[in-house]
């Protein structure tokens, strides 16, 4: 067995993978960029070494930097993680001459199976049904493009190199080959560096279910059953459980034996996946898609149903160990779902809704307990969410005896999550899985596209802008709230007591006396209305009104009427944002129990609205600028009308600007000042954290700016450029 691993990625991955090599007794080195230097998996790591700057290409893609620190460490293997280099032969190969153990399968059977093409083929004569589709490598765009209308219409077009939905593009029409051959392309070199694409017959309403397999280097191979991965969006998985509630035993057992002839197929070693298109009528007409030669991220289903830990058989099959299970000893128990929480923002347009990259500063966590809950994360307090890597933070995973108890106990665990200074998909996910389709097991790849606009938040409730405004009214002093820290005065007010005045002494939390902040007296009339300008991004403006004290105020949103409206000190603050000490089943490891306070839990604010108390989370602070509520985040942003309007922003040239809709980088600009353009053309393309986002023509109209060129760096909501309607064009020329 190895004394020392290094592993080679970053996040929740790595932090995942070190907690097994610490149950194990082995030694693990962590590496970093310079965007990770206090990333959670560099201080839970036993060793750290630097490798590069933030960009990938510099550090986490760099195979000599990565050797180097390996031979530093004295590490004698290699996790890959996922992501990253996990599925680059040359890497497995150079990890081989440099004398240290590849913690995966040999480099041959991930040149194969990383060349879809080829996979196909090499499958098929195993036996194993494959998709319709294209054949041969290097095809041109001409070649794909024959190849697509000789399969017939829709088709779904591949990276040949790559994996995790990155670059694959859904094509109805023939008009649309051209430009999504283009894009697919793109995508394919930024994320794989090789453009190569394949194009297969698309399959309406198919189911997408994957078979987990084990392999030793003595020729044994199993399979731990199926996770069923068809909740994805733009081909992302966002949900994954185990088992399918498709698939009957015949079926898995005949989907299990496929899988095991696909690994045995390429000589495979390690952990590995074969996936399968399914369509839902018919369980039994499943075709092979691809074999993912690495750990997936859905993982932990196959885990906690299993009881096994896949990264401890990995290490151990690497080490020269057998598979000491045969077939008959894989037993599932119970239900399992993930969830995935990524960085990104849902903006909904009609009837789509575009989830773009997020970033920011994790100001405060708070992640779940519960019985049979478990949450693997690379985050803490403090982490900067860049542009730079995967949008993924966090998984969150749950357990039951059956598919309704998995199902309700995530449900709760994704309320109790709160990431506050970023905004993520939690609580879209939340809502997903109280879908009648999702409770029910009527699954298939399309259902989240189809639905993502009744599942989007459609606006900000009125109760969190009345919870910023009265923060903001009450001036929270830093720390928050902690009981003890006020105390009553005559008439029901509230002031600081000796516990309040010792704790400001300490640096702690004060709520200061609320009479001592403006509450719009005047002499000889009723209190005047104290007005706060608040926006929350992707939506508009909002005024709110309060008259009185934090703790007795009316409070009007908007034109609505007030309502009353108070804060309520409930003291103590959350429990703090760290792993379960008690691992549930199919769990690796351990970590320093959970509900100490530390840096960065959030604090309760209680608000009473209209009669009803609500509860919400915030950072430590006074602003009240983050609020969370049932897996929901909320940025509440100070607005200054005035401003804005004289700003030369986005709202002084209104629709006719197009504007980043997240902070990235420019990649394609398709236009130029003088253009005139069609409505819905695109005109340019920024890309964050791997995905491509095209800005397109709001309106026929003429481009008379452009502010942008090929690589430059935007921040969210900057304005990119300006389309002016003909007739408002014609009138200025009129004008002058």
């Given at each position: 067995?190895?004394?020392?691993?290094?592993?080679?990625?970053?996040?929740?991955?790595?932090?995942?993978?070190?907690?097994?090599?610490?149950?194990?007794?082995?030694?693990?080195?962590?590496?970093?960029?310079?965007?990770?230097?206090?990333?959670?998996?560099?201080?839970?790591?036993?060793?750290?070494?630097?490798?590069?700057?933030?960009?990938?290409?510099?550090s986490y893609l760099s195979t000599p930097r990565l050797?180097?620190?390996?031979?530093?460490?004295?590490?004698?293997?290699?996790?890959?993680?996922?992501?990253?280099?996990?599925?680059?032969?040359?890497?497995?190969?150079?990890?081989?001459?440099?004398?240290?153990?590849?913690?995966?399968?040999?480099?041959?059977?991930?040149?194969?199976?990383?060349?879809?093409?080829?996979?196909?083929?090499?499958?098929?004569?195993?036996?194993?049904?494959?998709?319709?589709?294209?054949?041969?490598?290097?095809?041109?765009?001409?070649?794909?493009?024959?190849?697509?209308r000789e399969i017939g219409m829709p088709v779904l077009?591949?990276?040949?190199?790559?994996?995790?939905?990155?670059?694959?593009?859904?094509?109805?029409?023939?008009?649309?080959?051209?430009?999504?051959?283009?894009?697919?392309?793109?995508?394919?070199?930024?994320?794989?560096?090789?453009?190569?694409?394949?194009?297969?017959?698309?399959?309406?309403?198919?189911?997408?279910?994957?078979?987990?397999?084990?392999?030793?280097?003595?020729?044994?191979?199993?399979?731990?059953?199926?996770?069923?991965?068809?909740?994805?969006?733009?081909?992302?998985?966002?949900?994954?459980?185990?088992?399918?509630?498709?698939?009957?035993?015949?079926?898995?057992?005949?989907?299990?034996?496929?899988?095991?002839?696909?690994?045995?197929?390429?000589?495979?070693?390690?952990?590995?996946?074969?996936?399968?298109?399914?369509?839902?009528?018919?369980?039994?007409?499943?075709?092979?898609?691809?074999?993912?030669?690495?750990?997936?991220?859905?993982?932990?289903?196959?885990?906690?149903?299993?009881?096994?830990?896949?990264?401890?058989?990995?290490?151990?099959?690497?080490?020269?160990?057998?598979?000491?299970?045969?077939?008959?000893?894989?037993?599932?128990?119970?239900?399992?779902?993930?969830?995935?929480?990524?960085?990104?923002?849902?903006?909904?347009?009609?009837?789509?809704?575009?989830?773009?990259?997020?970033?920011?500063?994790?100001?405060?966590?708070?992640?779940?307990?519960?019985?049979?809950?478990?949450?693997?994360?690379?985050?803490?307090?403090?982490?900067?969410?860049?542009?730079?890597?995967?949008?993924?933070?966090?998984?969150?995973?749950?357990?039951?005896?059956?598919?309704?108890?998995?199902?309700r106990r995530l449900r709760t665990a994704l309320a109790?999550?709160?990431?506050?200074?970023?905004?993520?998909?939690?609580?879209?996910?939340?809502?997903?899985?109280?879908?009648?389709?999702?409770?029910?097991?009527?699954?298939?790849?399309?259902?989240?596209?189809?639905?993502?606009?009744?599942?989007?938040?459609?606006?900000?409730?009125?109760?969190?802008?009345?919870?910023?405004?009265?923060?903001?009214?009450?001036?929270?002093?830093?720390?928050?709230?902690?009981?003890?820290?006020?105390?009553?005065?005559?008439?029901?007010?509230?002031?600081?007591?000796?516990?309040?005045?010792?704790?400001?002494?300490?640096?702690?939390?004060?709520?200061?006396?609320?009479?001592?902040?403006?509450?719009?007296?005047?002499?000889?009339?009723?209190?005047?209305?104290?007005?706060?300008?608040?926006?929350?991004?992707?939506?508009?403006?909002?005024?709110?009104?309060?008259?009185?004290?934090?703790?007795?105020?009316?409070?009007?949103?908007?034109?609505?009427?007030?309502?009353?409206?108070?804060?309520?000190?409930?003291?103590?603050?959350?429990?703090?944002?760290?792993?379960?000490?008690?691992?549930?089943?199919?769990?690796?490891?351990?970590?320093?129990?959970?509900?100490?306070?530390?840096?960065?839990?959030?604090?309760?604010?209680?608000?009473?609205?209209?009669?009803?108390?609500?509860?919400?989370?915030?950072?430590?602070?006074?602003?009240?600028?983050?609020?969370?509520?049932?897996?929901?985040?909320?940025?509440?942003?100070?607005?200054?009308?005035?401003?804005?309007?004289?700003?030369?922003?986005?709202?002084?040239?209104?629709?006719?600007?197009?504007?980043?809709?997240?902070?990235?980088?420019?990649?394609?600009?398709?236009?130029?000042?003088?253009?005139?353009?069609?409505?819905?053309?695109?005109?340019?393309?920024?890309?964050?954290?791997?995905?491509?986002?095209?800005?397109?023509?709001?309106?026929?109209?003429?481009?008379?700016?452009?502010?942008?060129?090929?690589?430059?760096?935007?921040?969210?909501?900057?304005?990119?450029?300006?389309?002016?309607?003909?007739?408002?064009?014609?009138?200025?020329?009129?004008?002058?």
């Open positions: 067995m190895f004394d020392a691993v290094l592993v080679a990625n970053r996040g929740e991955i790595a932090v995942r993978v070190i907690r097994t090599l610490r149950r194990m007794g082995i030694r693990s080195v962590a590496v970093f960029s310079d965007a990770d230097a206090d990333a959670r998996h560099v201080r839970e790591a036993d060793t750290a070494v630097r490798i590069g700057p933030a960009s990938a290409a510099g050797l180097e620190a390996a031979a530093r460490t004295n590490a004698q293997a290699v996790h890959p993680g996922y992501g990253f280099l996990a599925e680059n032969a040359a890497f497995a190969q150079a990890v081989a001459d440099a004398g240290l153990a590849f913690i995966g399968p040999p480099p041959a059977a991930i040149e194969l199976m990383g060349d879809k093409i080829r996979a196909k083929e090499t499958v098929r004569a195993a036996g194993v049904p494959v998709v319709p589709g294209s054949s041969g490598s290097g095809l041109s765009d001409a070649e794909l493009a024959a190849s697509a077009l591949k990276p040949s190199a790559g994996g995790g939905g990155k670059g694959m593009r859904l094509v109805r029409s023939e008009e649309l080959l051209a430009d999504e051959i283009a894009a697919a392309r793109r995508e394919a070199r930024g994320s794989f560096g090789d453009d190569t694409l394949l194009v297969e017959r698309w399959i309406d309403g198919p189911r997408h279910i994957e078979i987990q397999v084990l392999a030793d280097g003595f020729g044994h191979a199993i399979h731990l059953g199926e996770r069923e991965c068809s909740l994805q969006r733009r081909h992302q998985k966002i949900v994954e459980e185990a088992p399918s509630p498709l698939l009957d035993e015949e079926t898995r057992a005949a989907m299990g034996e496929a899988a095991v002839q696909a690994a045995r197929s390429c000589g495979y070693a390690g952990a590995g996946t074969v996936e399968f298109i399914v369509p839902g009528g018919d369980p039994s007409a499943y075709c092979f898609m691809e074999m993912n030669t690495r750990l997936q991220v859905e993982h932990p289903v196959t885990e906690l149903i299993t009881g096994l830990d896949l990264v401890e058989w990995q290490v151990r099959i690497a080490a020269g160990e057998r598979l000491a299970l045969t077939q008959k000893d894989v037993r599932l128990s119970g239900h399992a779902v993930e969830a995935r929480i990524c960085a990104e923002t849902a903006r909904v347009s009609g009837d789509r809704v575009d989830f773009l990259p997020s970033a920011g500063t994790v100001r405060a966590l708070c992640e779940p307990e519960g019985e049979g809950v478990r949450v693997d994360s690379g985050l803490s307090a403090g982490t900067e969410v860049g542009t730079s890597y995967d949008p993924m933070l966090a998984k969150v995973i749950a357990h039951g005896p059956d598919r309704q108890t998995a199902l109790g999550t709160a990431v506050l200074g970023v905004d993520t998909n939690t609580g879209f996910l939340r809502r997903l899985l109280a879908h009648p389709a999702v409770l029910s097991g009527d699954l298939d790849t399309g259902l989240v596209d189809r639905e993502a606009p009744s599942l989007a938040a459609s606006g900000v409730p009125a109760e969190v802008y009345g919870a910023a405004a009265l923060l903001r009214h009450a001036a929270l002093i830093p720390a928050g709230l902690r009981a003890g820290a006020v105390s009553p005065t005559p008439g029901g007010a509230r002031s600081p007591g000796a516990a309040g005045r010792q704790a400001a002494a300490d640096g702690g939390p004060v709520w200061t006396d609320p009479f001592s902040v403006p509450s719009g007296w005047r002499l000889g009339g009723e209190a005047a209305w104290a007005v706060h300008h608040l926006r929350v991004p992707g939506h508009d403006p909002v005024a709110v009104r309060v008259r009185g004290s934090a703790t007795d105020a009316e409070v009007g949103v908007g034109d609505t009427e007030p309502v009353a409206a108070r804060l309520i000190a409930p003291g103590g603050t959350s429990r703090a944002a760290g792993p379960a000490g008690d691992a549930p089943r199919g769990v690796s490891g351990g970590s320093p129990a959970a509900g100490h306070e530390a840096p960065g839990s959030p604090v309760h604010v209680m608000l009473e609205w209209a009669g009803v108390t609500h509860a919400f989370v915030a950072p430590p602070g006074r602003d009240g600028a983050w609020l969370g509520r049932d897996g929901e985040s909320w940025h509440v942003q100070d607005h200054d009308p005035v401003e804005a309007a004289l700003s030369g922003g986005a709202g002084a040239h209104g629709v006719d600007a197009l504007t980043a809709p997240m902070p990235g980088t420019v990649t394609v600009v398709k236009a130029a000042v003088g253009d005139e353009v069609a409505a819905g053309q695109s005109l340019l393309v920024v890309e964050a954290m791997k995905m491509e986002h095209v800005i397109s023509a709001p309106h026929a109209g003429t481009v008379t700016e452009l502010d942008v060129t090929p690589g430059t760096a935007v921040a969210m909501d900057q304005v990119l450029a300006v389309v002016t309607p003909y007739e408002t064009q014609e009138a200025q020329e009129g004008g002058s």
